[in-house]
């Protein structure tokens, strides 16, 4: 677990930081690491906003289901990066479309 | 001060202070907002006001966004489209359909939204299907799987002093729930219903049970209609779409109003002459006396021992005028249209049958009674206007101006003042209690002695009051009003959506009007009070209260 939040304090605080890197670092399953980073910021947020509370929501369910609708993923990722009300929302929109494009690749 | 700002490079002159998205409602600039209401506080959660500033990055609420000298605004951009396009999406993922059975009718938000921006409405399931369904005793439900989760209801709640309605967190999510505290219940005000944008609040059987009115063929349906439902609807409209309706008999409850007045300010004169039980507090409000009955139970004795105005019109109506007309009473059967949710929980009180009958039958909200038309295909327009039935004659001007904050303080004064003095009271409007103001104080000169008597309108400003009494920092009032309902009925959780203090004002500012057009406008003149108010018996006109426990919330 500690893994986790080590992870996403880097992704958090340090924009710049190659996801690839982290990634090989934890030598994680990608798949497993989108699911705990999902969950923590399912956990983590205020549910106040709808991009927010609905978005993160929303590829909690992709990533469980694993049933990654592109799309709808690119647009969940353009409304919490551009309309979260605040920087918990903006980020977890940023490092999620980070992770999820390792792990589309 | 005056600045000018620019909104999709038009010029606007405005002041200082102001958000972008008032300027924008008041120049017709057209940008959706779902959580904002202008009776609350800014929230800024369902992020649809979206606007993009001139040397911002990204875009921003036009809510929470003051506007600045010389700021430029667009409203419209594909970016800002496809922002408001997404987050429709998925706040209608945690809203479950159900249109032809909404409070807010034809006139939704969320649909033209989605219509505007081409929204899929199902592009992610349903996320609260099996949400529950509460119903607040008799009278609410909530149904919160139509719940978007902008907290408008909560806030609402907490500002009435009620805060029955909390956010918890259940898994991962928060939502809103009734408080299973033991000291926190609903009052039936209903402002949830006209604070919330998605239609997750309505009366008990709103729409479905609005046919069980007319479906009394064995009995003689009276109905009979409140002060306020002439502000949405003219009288004349009124008479004539219960009449296309088939209902045998409408009366006006404004004469029950008079009834009222006369009866109140008969006990404002007794309590002021023997000192007892002072404020005396007024009782037409089913919310505010239920609130009294829970929260403040030693105030009880100051509440005013007459019936509100339907009640008393029911009771004349299954009494005075059964007999005068040879019908068997228990063949009545009297409906009200109320602008007003706790009027439901109202008639089913046991302290207010009249020989053992209820002295109302069946109360319709003002919205369930405009459906009712629209269901039988009544188009008001095309009808003649008609007067009310014979029965009880016209209402004075005080008993009309009974739906605005003050109306009932106004009226009891126009009477109390001529019993106290034996004088003719020339000026018969007392302006001072007049306005959408929360709480007004007013010293009223009788008899060279003042008197010093509040009017309050909404529950929270009447909670600040009793505590303040309690607690001694206040005190010396002679008569307290208080409409749980801000401005009133008028505003009134029964009333059509949307509401504002705009609207609110309008509709009190229509009732004096009327009111000044009347020839009587002192309640204890109106011809029929003179005729058979004396020879009422005490049941019509009295009631009793009592301590009252927590109400049942039930899970459907």
């Given amino acids: 677990m500690l893994d986790i939040f080590v992870l996403i304090f880097e992704l958090l605080y340090n924009d710049r930081m190659e996801q690839k890197k982290i990634i090989q670092k934890n030598k994680k399953d990608p798949f497993k690491l989108m699911e705990e980073q999902t969950a923590f910021f399912l956990a983590g947020n205020c549910d106040k906003c709808t991009p927010c509370r609905e978005g993160i929501y929303r590829i909690d369910e992709m990533i469980k289901n694993k049933e990654i609708d592109e799309k709808a993923l690119d647009d969940i990722f353009f409304v919490l990066e551009e309309t979260s009300l605040c920087p918990f929302g903006k980020k977890a929109g940023r490092s999620l479309k980070t992770l999820m494009k390792k792990i589309i690749e | 001060m005056k600045i000018e700002i620019k909104i999709n490079n038009k010029k606007i002159k405005t002041e200082s202070g102001k958000t972008v998205l008032e300027v924008a409602l008041e120049n017709k600039i057209d940008i959706p907002a779902l959580c904002y209401h202008p009776d609350l506080k800014i929230k800024g959660s369902c992020r649809l006001c979206l606007i993009q500033v001139k040397g911002k990055k990204n875009l921003t609420t036009s809510c929470s966004t003051k506007v600045v000298s010389g700021m430029e605004v667009l409203t419209e951009t594909s970016e800002i489209e496809r922002a408001r396009k997404i987050n429709l999406e998925l706040l209608f993922s945690q809203h479950r359909e159900e249109c032809f059975d909404c409070v807010w009718d034809s006139n939704c938000e969320l649909l033209r939204l989605a219509k505007k921006y081409n929204v899929e409405i199902n592009r992610f399931k349903d996320r609260k299907t099996k949400y529950p369904v509460y119903r607040f005793g008799n ?26 309605l909390e956010t918890k967190e259940r898994g991962h999510l928060f939502q809103v729930v009734p408080s299973k505290k033991k000291d926190k219940d609903c009052i039936y005000c209903g402002q949830c219903v006209t604070h919330c944008p998605a239609g997750a609040f309505e009366a008990v059987g709103e729409y479905e049970g609005i046919e069980e009115s007319l479906n009394k063929k064995d009995k003689v349906v009276v109905f009979q209609f409140a002060p306020s439902i002439r502000t949405i609807i003219k009288e004349g409209q009124i008479v004539a779409g219960l009449k296309k309706l088939g209902v045998d008999k409408v009366f006006d409850t404004c004469v029950g109003a008079d009834f009222t007045t006369t009866s109140e300010a008969e006990e404002v004169v007794e309590r002021i002459k023997s000192g007892k039980n002072l404020p005396i ?83 319709l909200t003002t919205r369930e009674f405009q459906r009712l038309l629209k269901r039988h295909n009544i188009d008001l327009e095309t009808l003649k206007p008609e007067k009310t039935d014979l029965g009880f004659g016209d209402p004075s001007g005080a008993g009309i101006i009974y739906g605005a904050s003050g109306g009932v303080m106004e009226s009891a004064f126009r009477t109390a003042y001529e019993k106290l003095t034996n004088e003719k009271l020339k000026d018969v409007e007392f302006k001072q209690v007049r306005g959408m103001k929360g709480v007004k104080e007013v010293e009223i000169k009788i008899k060279g002695e003042k ?10 400003n009447a909670k600040k009051l009793i505590d303040d009494i309690k607690s001694g920092k206040r005190g010396g009032y002679t008569c307290i009003e208080v409409m749980a309902c801000p401005g009133g009925c008028i505003g009134g959780g029964g009333q059509p959506l949307p509401t504002s203090e705009e609207i609110r004002s309008q509709r009190a500012s229509s009732l004096y009007q009327r009111d000044k057009k009347e020839k009587i406008r002192k309640a204890h003149e109106n011809p029929i009070v003179k005729k058979v108010y004396e020879k009422l018996a005490h049941e019509v006109l009295h009631t009793s209260y009592n301590k009252k426990g927590k109400g049942t919330v039930k899970k459907i």
């Fill in chain 2, 451 to 460: 008197k010093k008597i509040a009017v309050i309108n909404g529950l929270g």
């Fill in chain 2, 281 to 363: 507090l007024t009782s037409c409000c089913p919310s505010w006396v239920k609130y009294v009955e829970q929260n403040y139970p030693e105030f009880i004795p100051n509440l005013s021992t007459t019936r509100s105005p339907q009640v008393i019109l029911g009771g004349l109506i299954k009494t005075y005028w059964a007999e005068k007309e040879g019908i068997d009473p228990k063949k009545i059967f009297v409906v009200s249209i109320m602008p007003c949710v706790s009027k439901k929980f109202e008639i089913e009180r046991p302290q207010l049958k009249i020989s053992g009958m209820k002295a109302v039958d069946y109360v």
């Fill in chain 2, 139 to 164: 009278a609410l439900e909530f149904d919160s799987s139509k719940c978007i989760d902008c907290g408008n209801c909560v806030e609402v709640c907490h500002n009435q002093g009620v805060d029955f």
